[in-house]
């Protein structure tokens, strides 16, 4: 697509480097000439995080998830090494953590989501030691594949906290990959193996709770619902959770660990909640269509820092980043917003080496394939090529370039 000859002198300003950040710059200088865009990002790496599961089973190198910041930002475009602290949508601009005063004529907050290792007692301060490790630290990945690397008998523990979480399938395919491995190593028999998860169901899907729970039951997985991990004592090598949902703790159980892949509980940037931006879930507030803020014309959201009731995975960021693209290009030309999403997302479910379970679906649930002949509900060698090749090649050769192949939004 050729950009729009708009003459413009507009200013946009994007709250974030990661993948929605990035990629839905390259998307908007796709549609609009010349226009004046600027990153606002403290981190000196841009991480390609879908694959740090792949790490954790042995089978992906974390360094190919890592590149500097600079290489990915578009060219012509500005960026600023700070965080945001406020957002004053009325004069329209952000102040920095340095204290700069940024203006903008549009805002785009992709700033992501924050990951509340601190509200686990006792975590922080055990993690990459003690057994005690998670494949959503670039740190740790590696430590994962480590445990089950070494481990030939004894406690592992899976824990996943009440979402909204950023790639819901991820604490059960940490799961999957390290059963996967021990069978294959024949130990799987001597380790007890508990998955204990916050919710009421293995996955929020019910098509795909089927070919997951068989896969829980080959593994001898012992599924533990409505336990949330609130405490861990790294040394004595105890994890402690609450049951029931019960957030003050009176009904607790203990269990003993040899190996503890954590995934911790995770918010909105603080900055959201203090500039009045958010709903009462405390995400950003954008029309679920649109995107853009209910309260604040010139301010739009996208990734996972979104108050929109799809699963936050990278492949909803990837629709989205064309969704408000599209959107300010057609404000700029006067016209009314041109694109609606349609929340979908996709969670490729690694059950074990070789096979996926590529889970596609929107609002409510509803199935969105991208290749309907495919029964997507089954694992499949196809979904596991591209999770495991094709998607991080595309990744970094064409989401992060405009490239926009099956993004549109279904109608």
């Not at 839905?24 to 000439?33: D, F, G, L, P, T």
């Not at 990459?128 to 594949?145: I, K």
Request: aromatic content about 10%; glycine content about 8%; hydrophobic content about 40%.
């Amino acid at each position: 697509m050729k950009p729009e000859k708009i003459n413009t002198q507009k200013k946009v300003v994007v709250i974030g480097g990661g993948s929605s950040g990035i990629s839905v710059v390259a998307s908007i200088r796709k549609r609009v000439k010349g226009i004046d865009i600027t990153v606002i990002e403290p981190g000196d790496c841009h991480y390609y995080q879908p694959a740090w599961t792949l790490v954790g089973g042995g089978l992906f190198d974390i360094n190919e998830t890592r590149r500097s910041m600079r290489a990915v930002i578009p060219p012509g475009t500005a960026w600023i090494q700070d965080s945001v602290v406020r957002v004053e949508p009325g004069p329209k601009y952000v102040e920095t953590r340095q204290g700069q005063k940024i203006n903008y004529d549009f805002l785009i907050v992709a700033c992501g989501l924050v990951l509340r290792w601190d509200k686990i007692e006792g975590l922080e301060e055990t993690l990459g030691m003690n057994g005690v490790t998670s494949n959503y630290r670039f740190d740790l990945a590696e430590y994962t594949w480590r445990l089950v690397r070494e481990m030939q008998g004894g406690e592992a523990i899976f824990s996943q906290p009440p979402i909204p979480i950023k790639c819901a399938g991820a604490p059960q395919k940490a799961l999957y990959l390290s059963c996967d491995h021990w069978r294959r190593q024949g130990v799987l028999n001597n380790i007890n193996v508990n998955f204990c998860l916050a919710g009421a169901a293995v996955f929020g899907v019910p098509q795909f709770v089927p070919p997951l729970t068989h896969y829980l039951k080959k593994y001898r997985a012992q599924v533990n619902f409505r336990h949330n991990l609130v405490r861990v004592d790294g040394q004595r090598r105890q994890a402690t959770f609450s049951l029931d949902g019960d957030e003050e703790g009176k009904r607790e159980v203990t269990l003993p660990f040899d190996m503890l892949h954590v995934v911790p509980p995770q918010s909105a940037p603080a900055f959201i909640s203090q500039s009045g931006l958010t709903d009462e879930s405390g995400w950003c507030d954008v029309d679920k269509f649109t995107l853009r803020h209910k309260q604040w014309q010139t301010i739009f959201a996208v990734g996972d820092c979104c108050a929109t009731p799809n699963a936050k995975t990278l492949a909803a960021a990837r629709k989205q980043v064309v969704v408000v693209a599209e959107n300010i290009a057609a404000q700029l030309n006067g016209a009314p917003d041109a694109a609606r999403y349609d929340g979908y997302g996709s969670c490729p479910l690694t059950v074990e080496k070789g096979k996926v379970v590529l889970a596609e679906f929107g609002y409510d649930s509803k199935l969105l394939p991208t290749f309907p002949l495919f029964d997507n509900t089954h694992p499949s060698r196809m979904a596991w090529w591209l999770k495991a090749w094709f998607l991080p090649k595309f990744y970094w050769a064409g989401m992060l370039r405009g490239v926009e192949w099956f993004a549109k939004s279904k109608p």
